[in-house]
């Protein structure tokens, strides 16, 4: 059995606009109710009522709540009510819809008698009388409008879905009727191209399936004109009134589906049909057919969205002009009539043309995107792991949390964008309800992409973080990330990559292929910024130092007769001799690698670019210390440090020694200094005398020790007074 599907079938843009509005109300956190079933379809109503949007009669129902207003429009006076009770709406009337109702009241506005032709009871008559004060005649076919009586000025529109050629005959009726009539073609071309594509699948078919609600005029139309061509047609709900009985001998069936008709209800019953199997061995045919028929279903509601309503302004302008002026006019037997309807017919085509040239620019907004399109929208709703965005006058779509942003540590939306936000978005994908799909991380990524590749080209410095060491070198965040390999991180050998994750630097771009499927798409290098930064500093200070200077350096190398001190684009040497006053084993136990400090410039040579530094130079001098921290008469510890036969020497600064003469060691002759001290004791000695010049300490052990002694007896007939006072 092979499927035939109606090139056009299923929501128009009207309704799809309505529903989506709906579906970003129902994510609101408050009641939303429709003013009557949204659409005439009860799987439409029962998803939205899943939805917690319920279907009120009438205003009177409600105190709180937002109403959305359906596709049909409402009189002005439902949005006098609304205000009136301060309830929150969104009015999804169609563009379409919203035009009749303009015009109703422009025609009422200009004294025009208006007519409409449609249906009394239908929700969209009822909103356009409520446009021109319900002093509008309506008229349903051409009968009635034969009885009507003649008028001066006559202004004639349509309901939107009614069929164009009856409209016609009622213009041509109607011209008669006035000595001025004006007419606007008002019929949406949505329903006409899914009759006429549904005729023409009638022509190739043995049996018809439509689908639709049968409260639905439109999908009652469709069955109608399916059956006048004389197929057998059948008029489905959804997928569980199809009988495979229907099927039973059928080669070809077609399938339509009313303007309310969801994607998702088509396609069950696409599916229903394309599994059906009479015994016939053709399986195989069967999962081709399926996935074609799936396919242009797709294409089919994207359709239905984008190119309603730009074909409907031309066509319908054009059908206008050519077939109304012909009919109208050549049918017209009497000259004046004739001279009238052709003047008429006339400026009803210019107002027409007018008319939906003006209603083509309005829907244009409606044109839903397509996958792949890069598209502006407003935040509408942020939530914790998406966001809902306006991309259009009947489109909402969604940014999934991962769409967002490149960034990992994001845990809510609203941590990056926030409502009434303007964004560029990539469409993704159509969800089967409608949802557009977005990404603003893609778009981003995009731009990014297009601005490093540009960056590349013109050989631009860019910023950016090491954020993590790898095999052979580190990635590196610029935006999106890029590898820095080993090699280029710095103009020399590196020997621990680990130090640089975590730290900001500059890098160029040295490698871009935006196509490169494996590894990084950009290569990054700092190897040669780093060797023009040494260069710049490099000649920086050699312009600017002078022997006698002192710098901040920092420690770079320790080797064994010094320390090599970066000088902030220069390395100059700190030889062990110049590190301290006093002796040191080795330039480590006094210096660190990475310490920072201040250097004298001791000499420089600037042919061979050398300089040499000191640190002794900025330090006290042992004696300084010394003359600065002692007196004569103080009692001081101090460490025996040699013993020679006429006394002991003690260090009491490093690199000061004072003498204890050997007379001085007791108040007893002493043959020998070792018979009092030994070397390395910490003994108390008394300063004798300090002469700097000479640069020599006496000192006095029996001296100090006798002090201690009278001290010590001082204290204790202190202590005895005390005790015996008590
Ligand atoms: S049928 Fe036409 S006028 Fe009616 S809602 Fe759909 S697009 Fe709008």
């Not at 991962?402 to 960034?407: A, I, K, T, W």
């Not at 530094?613 to 921290?629: F, G, Q």
């Not at 009278?710 to 007939?717: A, K, P, T």
């Amino acid at each position: 059995m092979e499927i035939i599907i109606a090139e056009y079938a299923g929501f128009c843009g009207g309704v799809r606009r309505a529903y989506n509005m709906a579906l970003q109300a129902s994510q609101e956190d408050q009641s939303w109710y429709t003013l009557g079933p949204l659409v005439h379809n009860q799987a439409v109503v029962q998803d939205l009522r899943n939805r917690s949007i319920t279907s009120v009669k009438d205003l009177d129902e409600l105190d709180a709540g937002g109403v959305i207003i359906r596709s049909h429009g409402v009189r002005p006076q439902v949005i006098s009510e609304l205000n009136r009770k301060k309830l929150k709406f969104k009015d999804a009337t169609c563009p379409l819809v919203k035009r009749v109702q303009e015009l109703a009241q422009l025609l009422r506005g200009e004294g025009y008698e208006v007519v409409i032709f449609g249906d009394r009871d239908h929700p969209e008559v009822q909103g356009i009388l409520g446009w021109c004060d319900n002093q509008a005649l309506v008229v349903a076919d051409i009968n009635q409008a034969r009885e009507m009586a003649a008028v001066k000025k006559l202004g004639v529109i349509s309901q939107t879905t009614k069929n164009q050629e009856h409209y016609f005959e009622v213009i041509k009726e109607l011209i008669h009727k006035a000595d001025e009539v004006r007419s606007f073609n008002t019929i949406c071309s949505a329903s006409r191209k899914r009759q006429e594509a549904a005729i023409k699948v009638c022509r190739q078919v043995d049996l018809m399936i439509v689908i639709g609600d049968r409260t639905s005029s439109n999908t009652q139309t469709l069955v109608q004109e399916c059956k006048n061509t004389g197929v057998k047609t059948i008029l489905i709900q959804d997928v569980s009134d199809l009988n495979t009985g229907y099927l039973r001998g059928a080669q070809r069936v077609g399938i339509t589906a009313g303007a309310s008709t969801p994607d998702w209800i088509i396609k069950e019953v696409v599916n229903r049909m394309t599994h059906y199997d009479e015994g016939a061995p053709q399986e195989q045919n069967q999962e081709v057919n399926q996935d074609m028929e799936q396919d242009k279903v797709e294409e089919t509601a994207q359709k239905t969205t984008e190119e309603i309503v730009q074909e409907t302004a031309k066509e319908t302008v054009q059908e206008t002009t050519e077939e109304t002026a012909q009919k109208t006019v050549e049918e017209s037997n009497q000259e004046t009539v004739e001279e009238t309807a052709q003047k008429t017919v006339e400026e009803s085509n210019q107002e027409t043309m007018e008319t939906f040239v003006k209603l083509e620019a309005e829907m244009a907004d409606l044109a839903m995107p397509n996958r792949g399109d890069i598209v502006k929208g407003t935040v509408i709703q942020v939530l914790d792991d998406e966001v809902m965005v306006d991309v259009g006058g009947k489109s909402e779509g969604i940014i999934p949390l991962r769409e967002l942003s490149n960034r990992k540590d994001i845990e809510s939306a609203d941590e990056l964008v926030e409502v009434g936000q303007e964004l560029e978005v990539l469409v993704l994908k159509w969800d089967d309800d409608g949802t557009i799909l977005l990404s603003k991380k893609k778009v981003d990524n995009k731009k990014l992409m297009d601005q490093l590749e540009e960056d590349f080209k013109q050989g631009k410095v860019l910023d950016g973080t090491v954020v993590e060491s790898v095999k052979g070198g580190l990635l590196v965040d610029v935006g999106v990330i890029g590898f820095l390999p080993a090699s280029h991180v710095e103009d020399g050998y590196v020997k621990n990559l680990d130090d640089y994750v975590g730290k900001d630097f500059q890098f160029k771009i040295i490698e871009y292929n935006r196509h490169k499927k494996r590894g990084s798409q950009i290569v990054l290098s700092r190897k040669e910024l780093v060797a023009e930064e040494k260069k710049r500093l490099k000649e920086q200070f050699w312009e600017n130092v002078e022997e006698g200077q002192t710098i901040r350096g920092k420690i770079k190398r320790i080797v064994d007769y010094g320390a090599f001190i970066d000088l902030g684009g220069f390395e100059g040497l700190l030889h062990v001799s110049e590190i301290d006053h006093v002796r040191i084993d080795h330039p480590s136990s006094v210096l660190t690698e990475g310490e920072e400090l201040d250097v004298y410039i001791l000499a420089l040579d600037r042919e061979r670019e050398r300089v040499s530094l000191s640190r002794k130079k900025l330090l006290k001098s042992p004696w300084e210390i010394v003359l600065e921290k002692y007196n004569e008469g103080d009692i001081i510890e101090g460490k025996v440090v040699r013993l020679a036969p006429f006394g002991a020497f003690v260090e009491i600064e490093p690199g000061v020694d004072g003498l204890v003469h050997i007379s001085q060691l007791a108040d007893y002759r002493v043959e020998k200094p070792e018979d009092v001290v030994s070397v390395g004791e910490i003994i108390k000695i008394k300063i004798l005398s300090i002469d700097p010049e000479r640069k020599r300490i006496g000192l006095s052990l029996k001296e100090a020790q006798e002090e201690e002694e009278d001290m010590e007896v001082q204290e204790y007939l202190e202590h005895q007074d005390e005790e015996e006072d008590f």
